[in-house]
């Protein structure tokens, strides 16, 4: 059956690259039909009509045209401007950094409903402001668990013996929580017990269970380092994202968690 020369989807707007004088390539992420593609001519001209509704970190509803290579876009609306996003640094980093790991695990052209509603709502949940990093953990873990790298914290991944409340490991590549006995198997990072249960808690919950969570700076930042780690390890390179915020709100501590090296063994 022939396709509809042109067609509308919803669309969250996670990435735009200049194209020709006056034009952008943009990068979507769709309820039904996963990451796209696109072209929006005209959009960088000053009197561009579609340019707001088609500026980053913003979830319109589309109109496209279907072409050889790349559809173009021919209509915009704006759903949701996620304002706040966009006039708070902080608040962009935060979102520029969700939308970029969107980019990275989520492949072409494979729709995943769940991950575009967990993107929507995690941009909705940092435009009404609350604990920021807290919004981030959730999502990063859920959005691991879609991309089928849920990592493993109540057995040991090694020995599959239920953890005990104890000071664990986490071991990026295992996947999941070492227990004290099979520390020297695996490069793995100190996990308290406070930080796997609030792991778990995140893992097992919807969003509003958790959102009244209160975690200390020491905790947050131990979960943080984590989830960098792991993530930098399943993806092999650093999330580019990761330095603007950490520019914006000092560097980290020396006393922190060290960035995963495949050449860093755990501490003992």
């Given at each position: 059956?022939?396709?509809?020369?042109?067609?509308?989807?919803?669309?969250?707007?996670?990435?735009?690259?200049?194209?020709?004088?006056?034009?952008?390539?943009?990068?979507?992420?769709?309820?039904?039909?996963?990451?796209?593609?696109?072209?929006?001519?005209?959009?960088?001209?000053?009197?561009?009509?579609?340019?707001?509704?088609?500026?980053?970190?913003?979830?319109?509803?589309?109109?496209?045209?279907?072409?050889?290579?790349?559809?173009?876009?021919?209509?915009?609306?704006?759903?949701?401007?996620?304002?706040?996003?966009?006039?708070?640094?902080?608040?962009?980093?935060?979102?520029?950094?969700?939308?970029?790991?969107?980019?990275?695990?989520?492949?072409?052209?494979v729709e995943d409903y769940p991950l575009f509603q967990l993107l929507?709502?995690?941009?909705?949940?940092?435009?009404?402001?609350?604990?920021?990093?807290?919004?981030?953990?959730?999502?990063?873990i859920h959005l691991l668990d879609m991309a089928g790298f849920r990592?493993?914290?109540?057995?040991?991944?090694?020995?599959?013996?239920?953890?005990?409340?104890?000071?664990?490991?986490?071991?990026?590549?295992?996947g999941g929580v070492l227990c004290p006995g099979c520390r020297q198997?695996?490069?793995?990072?100190?996990?308290?017990?406070?930080?796997?249960?609030?792991?778990?808690?995140?893992?097992?919950?919807?969003?509003?269970?958790?959102?009244?969570?209160?975690?200390?700076?020491?905790?947050?930042?131990?979960?943080?380092?984590?989830?960098?780690?792991?993530?930098?390890?399943?993806?092999?390179?650093?999330?580019?994202?990761?330095?603007?915020?950490?520019?914006?709100?000092?560097?980290?501590?020396?006393?922190?968690?060290?960035?995963?090296?495949?050449?860093?063994?755990?501490?003992?």
């Amino acid at each position: 059956m022939t396709k509809p020369r042109t067609y509308k989807t919803e669309a969250v707007i996670i990435k735009k690259t200049k194209l020709g004088e006056a034009g952008r390539i943009l990068t979507l992420y769709t309820p039904h039909l996963g990451k796209i593609q696109a072209v929006a001519k005209g959009v960088r001209r000053p009197r561009s009509k579609m340019a707001g509704h088609l500026e980053l970190l913003t979830h319109s509803q589309l109109s496209l045209a279907r072409g050889r290579n790349l559809d173009t876009v021919i209509g915009a609306q704006t759903i949701n401007s996620f304002m706040p996003l966009k006039i708070d640094l902080d608040l962009t980093s935060y979102a520029l950094y969700a939308t970029e790991l969107v980019n990275q695990f989520a492949a072409d052209n494979v729709e995943d409903y769940p991950l575009f509603q967990l993107l929507v709502e995690t941009l909705q949940n940092l435009s009404q402001g609350g604990d920021n990093e807290l919004i981030l953990r959730y999502f990063e873990i859920h959005l691991l668990d879609m991309a089928g790298f849920r990592p493993q914290l109540q057995h040991c991944v090694t020995c599959k013996s239920t953890l005990k409340e104890a000071t664990n490991l986490f071991s990026p590549g295992a996947g999941g929580v070492l227990c004290p006995g099979c520390r020297q198997s695996q490069f793995a990072y100190p996990l308290s017990e406070n930080a796997r249960k609030v792991l778990l808690l995140l893992q097992n919950s919807d969003y509003g269970t958790v959102s009244g969570l209160e975690i200390d700076r020491e905790l947050s930042r131990q979960l943080e380092m984590l989830m960098r780690n792991y993530i930098r390890y399943l993806l092999e390179r650093d999330v580019k994202s990761t330095a603007w915020m950490d520019s914006l709100r000092g560097q980290i501590d020396d006393n922190q968690i060290r960035p995963y090296s495949p050449t860093t063994p755990a501490k003992t």
